[in-house]
């Protein structure tokens, strides 16, 4: 039997058919997110990027469009990514439990527009289908629009004729208007369509269920035909020019195919096909789950099979929903709570919850197996990795790695409620989760409803739906206007306290102070004590903390009374009022109350990172010339983050002088000057030379000015010459065009800034710092926008030495991969060989080292030239890997048959049946089937058991002739009688049956079990 196709092989031969034969332009795959197109939340067909053609807005002109290769200007074919989750088109509650559901899929389409039209359309998909793939022409069918006279609709007879000249007329079936009429919306081009559908029933029997809803019959291929428009006043009217739209589901054909090939069509799944099973691998190796077996759900099942049955639904949902996030992220979505960023965060939890659940995980995994669906899928679309700058994998996997973390943390205590949750329903509410619960899973563990919804459904209940939406409702009233504070924040000045005195942020982390105000609820309040349990914002005269401005976070820290104790995360600003939002953690603190205030060491942090920010703002100037303008920056205690106007990504040797730049002015250890926090005059500022100020923001009459290395008016000059800092000639004021102020950082900022730049370098141990200033990440943000990441201090050192541990372990693997030779083929005992295997470290190229050391890269916070050079030497291994498994794979095949012909010739033969039965090695499963299918083949009959040790874990695979089935003799019972002996399960057909179980040692037991299980089953 040949090898069936591969995935890429099938996208393959379908672009060429439609580009080289048939005169198409190639058109790449538009983005999953249709930034162009606001009626979609994602790209849910591959028509969506033509629109404009078939309304008219654009001529054809395919041709020319980016990434094309040319063809005819009104002919175009491709593979384009999709994505239903939400809204009109929504499969994600189906994903998982059945074989065919997707919420990303791919759509292989070919296009017309006002070329070709029906006769072409259909002859090629009929030419492709049967004589390029060699589909089973007797297991098609076709159906036509059967008309609608409501609509003035003739039957769409040219269709039909056209099929009738290829198919038998009880294979050509009329569709009403709901299965055979597309329409784009309620207004625009519509037209009839033609349906490819598959009778996958075992005697061909079933054309009474075309478009019945039922599996074992199937859509493979839409033609629709545009030929009319659907004017305001819904009336339909021709259109003068006629298109084509097609398309077939990637996954789907890819399935079909592969049944067709090996002889399993009654048995088609999507998820058997190489499009899902190299990312089952990765999940298996992640996460140390069992193998997956392609169990379904059913009302008949063995209870047993039950924990099979979830595992495999969770490898489904997983596989499915990695390759949703992925792309989504790759085309700019993002999980958030608003929108399709909602949609992602919903799926994300799901595939969380499945794996936490079904496969055992208890840390972030998905963001490990992003690499698995790049190398999957990187060569259809290169963009998997040349995205953000060729660093795509790192960038969705640091998005996906975040959302991970941040839901595992609530993850088991909404498990745990929840199981409170549906044990009280079974007993008071005839197991109808209340409404309460479900939203507090919502709220305070960060369930999206649809989670709760099925993993209620999962035991046979139900969720109080519209009490659930009562209570989301009032949240929403509540929370209306409150912002990102919620209730502690104000809604304006009504009623509000004097201006705070908050200039103490400058010098001091602790100062005495009276509480004048709180605010709570969304209202200002002027009495009383603050509210306990819940966020408030307290209101002092006088303060030391830093509210949110300017791109730096908001101080956190203590407010202590003689009564009581309140603890603030944020502090904010609304005008001149700052506002300490948290919890009154002791006692009380009410209006009147005399206050000490003070900050936590976070602050320390902020400071050195906010002046870092100001020296890689002027060395980005530097390095990358004039027209660096700030678009937007971040300084918070674990980095500082900053966004710029600049072209290209910036290269290699450019973040090297950006870093180096930086660094040599930490190691000046230079005064910041401040003019001691007085604001100066702003249009005299603006002449200072070398000046950094955001473009477009509106400034105030009076500002801080922020140097490094110079002072900013005279009497800061002489204060500073007074203390040995400076030695120069005048101040920035004081000669403000003066051409050497280039060499400095001097800004307008509001910010805590150290007192010299050497604090940066120093560490919480007395030391300093060598390199006390790393760019961890460089990436796009938008057209023209670029983003670096920068950290400083300690978290600068950690970066540098994982970069270097991980540079060693690569290093120490490379060694040992140039020198390993390939295993020689061998046939000495299993049992010594699993005692060999005790001993001996597995390969320095194996493939769990390259996973673990790529997972290691995507997740680990490196300098980025660093994490660049680390790429380089991992791409290396990765083929030396690959090379070194396919030698191995080939020394094991012939093992593996070399093994086989000697089982074949020792095999005794009872009543005539010949009893194969042995241990082939560490064969994989693939190789265990090719064995069973050549002694099958050249034994007459024959009764088999093969079995083989993977990763420690025995894998039976057993196999029946005919005529030994005919016997009564059953595979599938042969796996359930023995698999219990190595501490597993199993089952399968008559004729093929696989088990397996953790107990490798005791596979000789099982062979012997077999032996004797034959004998008397044959006696």
């Given amino acids: ?108 389409g070919n296009w017309s527009f006002g070329d070709y039209f029906k006769k072409e359309a259909i002859e090629w998909a009929w030419d492709l289908l049967t004589n390029v793939w060699g589909i089973d022409p007797g297991r098609l069918h076709a159906t036509y629009f059967e008309g609608d006279a409501s609509e003035g609709l003739e039957p769409d007879n040219e269709a039909r004729d056209l099929w009738l000249k290829i198919l038998p007329p009880e294979r050509v079936h009329p569709g009403n208007k709901k299965d055979n009429f597309w329409e784009m919306g309620d207004t625009g081009p519509c037209g009839p369509c033609s349906e490819v559908h598959i009778d996958l029933t075992p005697d061909k029997s079933g054309g009474k269920l075309v478009n019945a809803g039922d599996a074992r019959v ?74 997956y077996t392609g169990l379904l759900e059913s009302g008949t099942q063995d209870s047993n099979l ?97 959302e991970e973390a941040s839901f595992i943390k609530t993850l088991d205590r909404g498990i745990a409620l929840f199981d409170e949750a549906a044990k009280y329903a079974a007993q008071h509410h005839h197991g109808r989760i209340s409404g309460e619960d479900a939203f507090k899973l919502h709220d305070t563990y960060g369930f999206p409803i649809d989670l709760t919804e099925l993993m209620a459904e999962e035991r046979g209940m139900t969720v109080n739906i519209g009490e659930y939406e009562r209570l989301m409702e009032e949240a929403r009233e509540k929370a209306r206007g409150a912002g990102k504070s919620e209730a502690a924040m104000p809604l304006g000045i009504e009623g509000a306290p004097r201006a705070t005195d908050d200039t103490p942020k400058f010098t001091s982390r602790s100062v005495r102070s009276k509480v004048i105000a709180y605010s709570h609820e969304a209202r200002w309040h002027g009495s009383g004590p603050a509210p306990t349990g819940c966020a408030v914002g307290i209101v002092v005269a006088s303060t030391c903390a830093y509210g949110e401005q300017g791109g730096q976070v908001g101080d956190s820290g203590m407010i202590r009374t003689a009564n009581g104790e309140f603890r603030f995360e944020e502090t904010k600003r609304l005008n001149d009022i700052v506002i300490h939002i948290g919890k009154v953690l002791r006692g ?54 900053f966004d710029l106007s600049h072209h290209a990504a910036i290269t290699e040797d450019e973040l090297a002088r950006i870093e180096q730049l930086t660094n040599e002015q930490i190691a000046r250890d230079l005064p910041v000057f401040t003019n001691d926090n007085v604001p100066v005059d702003q249009k005299s500022a603006m002449k200072i030379n070398g000046l950094r100020a955001v473009f477009g923001e509106k400034y105030p009459d009076q500002v801080r000015v922020v140097s490094i290395g110079v002072p900013v008016t005279d009497e800061d000059a002489k204060r500073a010459r007074d203390k040995s800092e400076w030695s120069g000639a005048g101040s920035l004021l004081g000669s403000p065009g003066n051409p050497e102020w280039r060499k400095y950082s001097v800004e307008f900022c509001g910010g805590t800034h150290v007192k010299r730049t050497g604090e940066i370098a120093q560490l919480p141990n007395g030391s300093r710092a060598d390199r006390a200033f790393v760019l961890v990440e460089e990436s796009a943000v938008a057209k023209g926008i670029r983003r670096v990441v920068g950290v400083t201090g300690e978290k600068a ?40 295997a005790q001993t001996q470290v597995p390969p320095p190229t194996s493939e769990q080292l390259v996973a673990d050391l790529n997972a290691r890269l995507a997740t680990t916070e490196l300098p980025v030239l660093a994490r660049h050079h680390l790429r380089a030497k991992l791409a290396e291994l990765q083929e ?60 007459g009959s024959a009764a ?15 196999a029946m002739t005919a005529d030994v089935v005919a016997r009564g003799i059953k595979a599938g019972d042969l796996i359930k009688e023995i698999a219990p002996l190595v501490g597993g399960k199993g089952g399968g057909k008559p004729d093929l049956a696989q088990g397996g179980g953790p107990d490798a040692g005791k596979i000789g037991d099982a062979i012997a079990a077999t032996a004797a299980w034959l004998k008397t089953k044959l006696g």
Avoid at 612 to 618: E, G, I, Q, V
Avoid at 880 to 906: F, H, T
Wanted: proline share 5%; net charge neutral; glycine share 8%.
């Fill in 218 to 291: 199937m859509e493979i291929w839409n033609l629709v035909f545009i030929q009319f428009n659907r004017g305001p006043d819904g009336k339909l009217s021709p259109l003068p020019a006629k298109h084509v739209d097609t398309g077939m589901g990637f996954e789907r054909i890819c399935s079909v195919i592969r049944g067709t090939e090996t002889g399993r069509l009654g048995q088609v799944s999507n998820y058997d096909t190489d499009v899902f099973t190299p990312i089952f691998a990765a999940i298996q190796r992640v996460t140390g789950a069992a193998a």
């Fill in 944 to 958: 088999i058991l093969l079995a083989a040790e993977n990763d420690g874990k025995a894998v039976l695979l057993a």
């Fill in 797 to 836: 050192v950690a970066a540098q030495q994982a970069a270097d541990q991980l540079s060693r372990e690569l290093d120490a693997a490379l060694t040992a991969a140039r020198n390993e030779s390939p295993n020689e083929p061998s046939n000495e005992p299993r049992a010594s060989a699993r005692a060999a």
């Fill in 1 to 108: 039997m040949n090898t069936p196709r591969s995935a890429a092989q099938i996208r393959r031969e379908f672009i060429e058919y439609f580009v080289r034969r048939c005169g198409h332009t190639f058109v790449p795959s538009s983005p999953v997110v249709p930034h162009d197109d606001p009626t979609l939340m994602f790209t849910n067909a591959g028509m969506n990027q033509f629109k404009p053609i078939f309304l008219g807005q654009r001529a054809p002109d395919v041709d020319k469009w980016p990434g094309a290769t040319p063809g005819m200007a009104s002919r175009a074919a491709n593979t384009q990514k999709c994505i239903r989750a939400g809204g009109k088109h929504n499969d994600l509650d189906d994903v998982g439990h059945d074989t065919y559901h997707h919420t990303f899929f791919e759509m292989l």
């Fill in 588 to 641: 009380n603190v009410s209006i009147g109350d005399e206050a000490s205030i003070e900050v936590d060491s976070f602050r320390e942090t902020i400071t050195r990172n906010h002046t870092a920010t100001h020296l890689m703002n002027w060395a980005l100037r530097e390095v990358l010339g004039e027209h660096v303008q700030q678009k937007g920056s971040l300084v918070d205690p674990d980095k500082t983050r």
């Fill in 880 to 939: 030396l890997a690959k090379k070194q498994k396919k030698e191995q794979s080939k020394a094991g095949a012939a093992d593996v048959i070399a093994r086989a012909d000697e089982l074949l010739a020792a095999a005794e033969r009872v009543n005539g049946v010949a009893l194969i039965c042995g241990e082939l090695g560490s064969a994989g499963v693939e190789q265990l089937r090719g064995a069973c299918d050549s002694l099958r083949s050249r034994a």
């Fill in 306 to 402: 039950k924990p099979q049955v979830f595992k495999d639904v969770a490898y489904r949902v997983v596989a499915d929903h990695l390759r949703t996030l992925t792309f989504a992220i790759t085309d700019g979505a993002s999980p958030s709570n608003e929108g399709r960023g909602y949609v992602l965060r919903r799926i994300l939890r799901r595939a969380v919850r499945y794996g936490r659940q079904y496969l055992g995980t208890s840390k972030p995994f998905l963001c490990e197996l992003i690499p698995a669906v790049a190398d999957a899928m990187g060569e259809a679309f290169p963009e998997l990795r040349s995205a953000h700058g060729g660093k795509n994998v790192d960038h969705v996997a640091a998005i996906i790695r975040d």
